[in-house]
């Protein structure tokens, strides 16, 4: 029997349907509770709201469990690919070989962008932030694919739109670093895999030959498998907004790369390196950030600590840190922010006001230090996280555009003025 849930107001009693998900989560539908009751839920920053029902990602917050599509991201991270984890993501199986072999072949059909592209590359100045050069490409593969536009597009159409986006993000994202440090550019190869391909097109020059290290192309898989989806976090409901209006694939990504940059969110990665810097150049002071954190009205927080969903502890941060042990141990490297990062971590973790509030080390806390040990600038880190979450965002994008989802458009209190007449200038006081 449907499970319902009874609400009563000015002595009038309505039944709100509960809805269950396969992993057995419930929730309220409340989508007919104005026209029935006259009220709306009111949920600042979402935090007890459901926006969507998805098949892409399941995440449980409190037994730390995130899984795509039913995998849990412990074994994708082992055994997976990116590309895989990204076909996955996108058409909601494992590919097999033949189904494999075709979206690799796809994908490096379309890496190249298009050359007027370089004209727009040019026109930034050099102190640009890669995050909005990003931004402003994909947004501007509109221009370069106007057909994309078109909402009424057919499936294979709508096919192309990814194909060409996923083939052509990391090459434009290599590109942003090479502008950003006046080198030349690179032109993909379509020989190497994904990873590969990216390494070269940002660390390769023209003049040498390039060899990746294979330590640093499982590294990086790995840190792209871990970022591939979150389900509705703030970037990823960027993209169902944004493409709720029926704008293209690409205005949609250009809208989550915007979202994903801020500090309490992707761009968590480059100040969690920053503030280790800083406590470094400061003589390793790690309990001096902590209490600072604490202070009330400071406004500074460790980053790297703390998720909105993740009360336990984060998987992604558990595997993050071990391929970062080994991407250290492997290239030889003894970075003294490592140790100030585990000092950090030891002391938050025993701290009352971190206990108490359920902060512990997410995602970005160790991906930085790896980013930094394989040779990315600090302000490419949040770059990287785009280029993982980037099959994730098409995913949902492409299930709500294919369930026809409504256009997102809550509602609100209002709490300004109420009405009031017009005052001419000479009455004012
Ligand atoms: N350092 C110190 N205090 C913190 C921190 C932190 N990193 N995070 C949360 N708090 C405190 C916060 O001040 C508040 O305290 P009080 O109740 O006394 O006012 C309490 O914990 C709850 O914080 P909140 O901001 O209401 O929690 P939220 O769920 O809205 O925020 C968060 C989640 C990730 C935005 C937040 O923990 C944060 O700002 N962390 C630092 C930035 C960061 O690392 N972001 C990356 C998240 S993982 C990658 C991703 O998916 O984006």
């Known amino acids: 029997m449907a499970k319902t849930a009874e609400l009563h107001y000015e002595g009038k009693s309505y039944e709100v349907p509960v809805i269950e998900g396969t992993e057995g989560e419930l929730a309220l539908d409340i989508s007919d509770l104005r026209e029935q009751t006259g009220l709306i839920t009111l ?37 997976s690919t990116f590309i895989e984890v990204a076909y996955l993501l996108v058409y909601g199986e494992l590919p097999n070989k033949e189904t494999l072999h075709k979206f690799q ?16 590359y040019d026109a930034f100045p050099a102190s640009s932030h890669p995050m909005g050069v990003l931004s402003t490409m994909v947004s501007a593969l509109t221009a370069f694919y106007p057909k994309s536009l078109d909402p009424n597009r057919s499936p294979e159409a709508v096919n192309l739109t990814i194909l060409r986006l996923l083939a052509k993000m990391p090459t434009i994202a290599a590109w942003a670093y090479k502008n950003e440090m006046g080198h030349p550019l690179n032109y993909p190869r379509n020989d190497l895999d994904y990873c590969s391909n990216f390494l070269y097109m940002m660390f390769g020059f023209p003049t040498e030959t390039y060899h990746s290290d294979p330590v640093l192309v499982d590294a990086l898989e790995k840190l792209l498998i871990l970022h591939a989806d979150h389900e509705q976090n703030c970037s ?83 595997i993050i840190k071990k391929t970062c042990d080994n991407v250290l141990a492997k290239l030889g490297i003894n970075d003294p922010l490592l140790e100030i990062a585990m000092k950090l971590e030891e002391v938050a973790l025993k701290d009352e006001y971190f206990i108490a509030r359920k902060l512990y080390p997410n995602v970005d806390f160790y991906s930085g230090i790896i ?34 989802q409504p256009i997102g458009r809550p509602r609100q209190i209002y709490t300004g003025q109420t009405v009031r007449h017009y005052v001419s200038m000479s009455q004012r006081s």
């Open 43 to 79: 949920d600042i920053g979402y935090k007890n709201t459901g926006s969507t029902k998805s098949a892409v990602t399941f995440l449980d917050g409190e037994l730390g469990i995130l899984r795509y599509r039913g995998y849990d991201i412990e074994e994708l991270a082992e055994k």
């Open 105 to 120: 072949k796809d994908i490096t059909m379309h890496t190249l962008v298009h050359e007027d592209m370089r004209k727009i």
């Open 236 to 318: 990823t409901s960027t993209v169902r907004m944004v493409g709720s209006s029926q704008a293209s694939l690409y205005a949609a990504v250009a809208g989550a790369i915007n979202a994903l940059w801020g500090p309490r969110h992707g761009g968590a990665n480059q100040e969690v390196l920053e503030m280790l810097e800083t406590i470094h150049r400061d003589g390793g002071n790690v309990q001096k950030y902590v209490d600072k954190a604490k202070e009330k009205g400071s406004n500074f927080r460790l980053f790297g600590f703390g998720h909105r969903v993740y009360k336990n502890f984060d998987p992604r941060a558990k």
């Open 371 to 404: 980013y930094k040990a394989m040779g990315f600038p600090v302000d490419m880190f949040t770059v990287m996280f785009a280029l993982g979450r980037l099959p994730g965002w098409i995913a949902q994008w492409k299930e709500m555009r294919e369930e026809n």
